[in-house]
């Protein structure tokens, strides 16, 4: 490894050591590569290359294409050569500086293989100014001054503060340009500047080496230095979109790297390689990892989105690493529908087998509990068992959504996500709300129109309880935040303060957003009994306006990703924005609803956590979110539709039992997910088991958990299994790990206790009808785990009871056996 020179050695190395040091690949070995073999056909990305002015460049990727349809990765071994009147420098690895103003092909060569790039060199002679926006602060960003851990913070670090990641320029161009003199930054003598001594180590600095001399954001730094410290000049073309090649790309063994090249193309149509100044992370480090300039090493086999920032752009690609499986022959599994087709794709692609599909009890007690949040009944589980209809499974599923406690289970769901709490909207507020959201699932209500009557409602919000979602709101910055999260599966909190960290919105997009709510006010209503029961009023003040905080600048009404609305005085601006959220075509709605949908369904979702879609954050398959979303909107927002599709799909009814292949996998739904049952779930599935009601405080007997519609209602049990207070949009409100507390509960608490030895319970009523051992043994396990006991647990469990010496004895047995089911995993978990 070549050593580096030391800063007060050697100020400015020769550009050949920088580049050399830099900017190069780790050597890979061209027989570890090519694995012996010669492609059939190269490739270089871009094909046209454009450089303009002396300090620009470009990467170039070689791509080897081979006879067994496998794709690598070659630019670290291929030779550069350009031919002809010496137009560019070319480097190993496939960097391009310009020498000469013309034209040139930069040839790559790997064995008797060859391909060209055609490069058009500008104004070789000009050095162009540093530009401060383009190169200085996405310089610093790289280099990681600007992180949030360091000068990034609104205080700073030692006095120098910087904008989060380069968001406030005018902010950043003061904080260098104007404060501590001439020590910071001295354009009389550049290399003494302190950003630049501390950055390379030279000068103690509690955030360590930065960058090195021979590295492009010591040379970006020190060239603005020396020019003048100019801010962004006026009138040049601004960045509009950021590009990654070469793209998705499935990478087969001896394959173990490839680079990347970032491409920034501006609004006059020029395109400016920034590969060495962008920033790059791996969703999966334990798949991909990307080192300095964009070079992405294998760490394992799967696949990793690539995130590409460059100041508030972001671009993706994904990688996949694959390596032959031994003893894997895939064959193509049945697929329903289409979710089956894109499924299937993405598993034969991974080379992860589905496991078979579950045998008919598992299938009952999972549509069950995922439709109407109730385990099948003995009597249920028995008919649908000797029933030999070839389409049972299907008719199942249409007899849950035709059925109450379907309703009340969905209507739940929405009760969480949209503050149905008295501590918001007063006591009968909660209980009316909670009606009007029954209602709306009952009548299966659209989707956009469920989510236009909450995003336009106003009035007071006991005589129009969608109203209720706003007393959860208090200003315009949680409205934005709140509707977004739940309607757009977006979180723009951190736009909030600065541009988003790990998307693409600025500060701007979120004020903008913002605007549509700066009008919503809030009064007493006319029913007020006391304190913690009154009602509000939500009403519009015409001609109340949001500010930027950072420009003091009035924002008008913006949708994220499309242009402001012009709209008269006294125009609801929410009812444009409600527009705008439930047009077919907007990009984040039927996206986010059917991957709730499929969360609440399949475990996880398309894109998990699931209210939280972003380019760092892709769906596991494109293809299939797409395709839901798109069913979704050309059937009128149909909820019930997609359910049905989810549930009649091979995915959904796949078993949870792994086999050879896909023990591993917990992310692509190769089987079945197996998660605790919600606190309401299992209290209502316990009860239902032991066949003894639950008392809800004052509700009315026979009140089932899924019902309760205030979430300021307090329960030991519920609130040990982590029924959410209903205070956050967030799914993540409702606790899913498992914890000691749920054990003891279980284990030694009251509630099970008491419904175990209730003397008119399940067992009691049995013992009652004369019922003989066997009869009670395949009822309790009919009525907890789902399906009658197996000969090994029957001959275990059956003479337990036929050696007892009285029904007293007889009773206990029994309800050892009922405690044992309740406690076991097949009772406790959806699997």
């Known amino acids: 490894m070549t050593r580096r020179p ?95 103003a013309g034209q040139a092909r930069v040839v790559a060569r790997v064995g008797t293989a060859e391909a060209a790039a055609a490069v058009t060199v500008e104004r070789a002679g000009v050095e162009h100014a540093r530009r401060f926006e383009v190169e200085v602060q996405p310089a610093l960003t790289k280099a990681g001054c600007n992180q949030g851990a360091c000068h990034g913070t609104p205080t700073g670090k030692e006095g120098f503060r910087l904008s989060l990641r380069g968001f406030d320029p005018d902010l950043d161009h003061a904080t260098l340009s104007r404060e501590v003199g001439s020590r910071r930054v001295n354009p009389f003598d550049p290399e003494s500047s302190l950003v630049l001594l501390k950055g390379t180590g030279a000068v103690a600095h509690e955030g360590g080496r930065r960058f090195g001399p021979d590295d492009p954001t010591y040379r970006i730094l020190r060239d603005w230095i020396a020019e003048g410290l100019a801010a962004e000049p006026e009138g040049l073309p601004v960045p509009t979109r950021l590009e990654v090649l070469p793209g998705d790309r499935v990478l087969d063994a001896p394959a173990e790297s490839q680079q990347l090249a970032a491409r920034l193309h501006f609004e006059d149509g020029t395109v400016r390689d920034v ?111 000797a029933d030999d209809r070839p389409d049972r499974r299907a008719l199942v599923i249409d007899g849950l959504l035709g059925r109450p406690e379907y309703v009340d289970f969905w209507a739940m769901k929405w009760a969480d996500r949209l503050g149905c709490n008295q501590r918001f909207t007063g006591h009968k507020g ?33 005589v129009n309880p969608p109203a209720s979602f706003y007393r959860r709101i208090r200003d315009p910055e949680e409205a934005v935040e709140t509707v977004s999260q739940v309607f757009l ?24 957003m913002a605007a549509f709510f700066s009008q919503v006010r809030y009064k007493n209503g006319p029913q007020f009994f006391e304190t913690y029961d009154k009602e509000e009023t939500v009403y519009l003040q015409p001609d109340r306006e949001i500010r930027q905080p950072r420009t003091g600048r009035v924002m008008a009404p913006k949708p994220l990703g499309a242009p402001a609305v012009a709209l008269e005085r006294d125009e609801d601006r929410r009812e444009a924005l409600a527009d705008w959220i439930t047009a077919p075509e907007n990009p984040f709605f039927a996206r986010a609803a059917v991957n709730r949908i499929w969360f609440h369904l399949m475990g ?152 175990v030895a209730e003397e008119d319970n399940r067992i009691g009523r049995l013992m009652a009808s004369g019922a003989g051992d066997e009869a009670i043994v395949e009822e309790l396990f009919l009525a907890t785990v789902c399906r009658p006991p197996s000969d090994e647990e029957s001959a275990l469990v059956t003479p337990r009871l036929a050696e007892a010496t009285d029904q007293a004895d007889r009773r206990r047995v029994a309800e050892d056996l009922l405690w044992s089911l309740l406690n076991h995993p097949e009772f406790l978990f959806r699997h």
């Open 275 to 385: 590969t060495r100044l962008a920033r790059y992370e791996s969703s999966d480090a334990t798949v991909a990892t990307i080192g300095p300039g964009g070079m992405a090493r294998k760490a394992g086999t799967g696949e990793a989105t690539v995130l590409v920032n460059f100041g508030s752009l972001v671009a993706t690609t994904r990688l996949v690493f694959r390596e032959p499986v031994d003893g894997l022959a895939w064959t193509d599994p049945p697929n329903a529908n289409f979710i089956d087709e894109h499924l299937s794709s993405k598993l034969e692609l991974l080379r992860i087998p589905p496991s078979r599909s579950c045998d008919d009890a598992t299938f009952l007690r999972r549509a069950h509990l995922d439709l109407i949040g109730l385990p099948p009944t003995p009597g249920e589980i028995r008919a649908f068992l």
């Open 489 to 512: 599966g977006l979180r723009l909190r951190c736009a909030r303060c600065h541009n988003h960290v790990a998307d693409r919105w600025t500060q701007d997009d979120y004020y903008g």
């Open 6 to 100: 030391s800063p007060t050695a050697r100020r400015t190395p020769p550009l050949a050591l920088a580049l050399a040091a830099a900017l190069a690949p780790l050597p890979l070995s061209p027989a570890v590569v090519l694995g012996g073999e010669t492609p059939a056909l190269l490739t270089v990305e871009p094909a046209e290359v454009r450089l303009d002015g002396s300090r620009d460049e470009a990467q170039l990727i070689v791509t080897g294409y081979f006879d067994d349809g496998s794709v690598r990765d070659l630019t670290a071994v291929a030779e550069f050569t350009s031919p002809g009147a010496p137009v560019v420098e070319v480097y190993p690895g496939g960097l391009i500086r310009p020498a000469s």
């Open 604 to 755: 996880r979702g398309i894109v998990d956590p699931v209210d939280d879609l972003r380019a760092s954050n892709p769906p596991i398959s494109e293809g299939l979110m797409d395709a839901l979303a798109d069913d979704f909107a050309s059937h009128g927002f149909d909820v019930k539709r997609t359910i049905r599709l989810i549930c009649a799909s091979r995915a959904y009814q796949r078993s949870a039992e792994p086999n050879a292949f896909n023990a591993d996998d917990d992310r692509y739904f190769s089987r079945a997910t197996v998660a605790l049952l919600p606190a309401e779930v299992l209290l209502d599935a316990i009860s239902q088991a032991a066949g003894v009601d639950e008392q809800l405080g004052h509700l009315p007997p026979g009140t089932r958990a899924v019902e309760v519609p205030d979430g300021e209602f307090s329960h030991p049990f519920l609130r040990t299994f982590g029924r959410p207070s209903r205070s956050e949009a967030c799914e993540c409100e409702r606790e899913r790990d498992s914890t000691l507390e749920q054990a003891l509960q279980l284990v030694g608490g009251r509630t099970v206790h008491e419904k």
């Open 430 to 462: 909660a209980y009316s709300y909670y009606r009007w959201i029954r209602d709306q699932v009952a009548a299966n209500i659209p989707f956009d129109e469920f989510a236009r009557a909450i995003v336009t409602a106003d009035g007071p919000n006991y």
